[in-house]
Nanobody, 122 residues
Framework: VQLQASGGGLVQAGGSLRLSCAAS?????AGWFRQAPGKEREFVAA????????LYADSVKGRFTISRDNAENRVYLQMNSLEPEDTAVYYC???????????????????WGQGTLVTVSS
C-alpha cells in the first residue's frame, strides 16, 4: 500500500487546514502522526476503515476530525483552531490491525506516507 499525504501549509493560530492522504489500497486502520523538530513522532488520530470508529490524542480532541472516503481510498484530517504547538510534519499511516486502541504507536503501522509540513504562526 502506498500513501500520499498532502494539504500542509502555513496558517495563523486559530485557523484551519485539511490534510488528505491518498491510499493505493485499503488496510484495516489508518492514522495520522506528527513530528515536531527535536521531538518523537506522536499519535494524532486513527480511524477504522470498515466501521468508521475513531480515536484521538487528548491534545487534539475537539479540534481535529479524522474521516475516510471508502470510494476514493482517502483519509482526511480536518484541523480547526490550530495552535502554534500543532506545528509539525504530519504523516499518514496504515495498519493491518483493526483495533484502534492497538494502533497508538508508530510501530503498529505497516505503511507510511511522506510527511506534509504544517506551520502555525502565532
Amino acid at each position: 500500500v502506498q500513501l500520499q499525504a498532502s494539504g500542509g501549509g502555513l496558517v495563523q493560530a486559530g485557523g484551519s487546514l485539511r490534510l488528505s492522504c491518498a491510499a493505493s489500497g485499503r488496510t484495516f486502520s489508518a492514522g495520522w502522526f506528527r513530528q515536531a523538530p527535536g521531538k518523537e513522532r506522536e499519535f494524532v488520530a486513527a480511524i477504522n476503515w470498515i466501521t468508521g470508529n475513531t480515536l484521538y490524542a487528548d491534545s487534539v480532541k475537539g479540534r481535529f476530525t479524522i474521516s475516510r472516503d471508502n470510494a476514493e481510498n482517502r483519509v482526511y484530517l480536518q484541523m480547526n483552531s490550530l495552535e502554534p504547538e500543532d506545528t509539525a510534519v504530519y504523516y499518514c499511516a496504515a495498519s493491518l490491525t483493526p483495533v484502534l486502541t492497538r494502533v497508538l504507536t508508530p510501530g503498529e503501522y505497516d505503511y507510511w506516507g511522506q510527511g506534509t509540513l504544517v506551520t502555525v504562526s502565532s
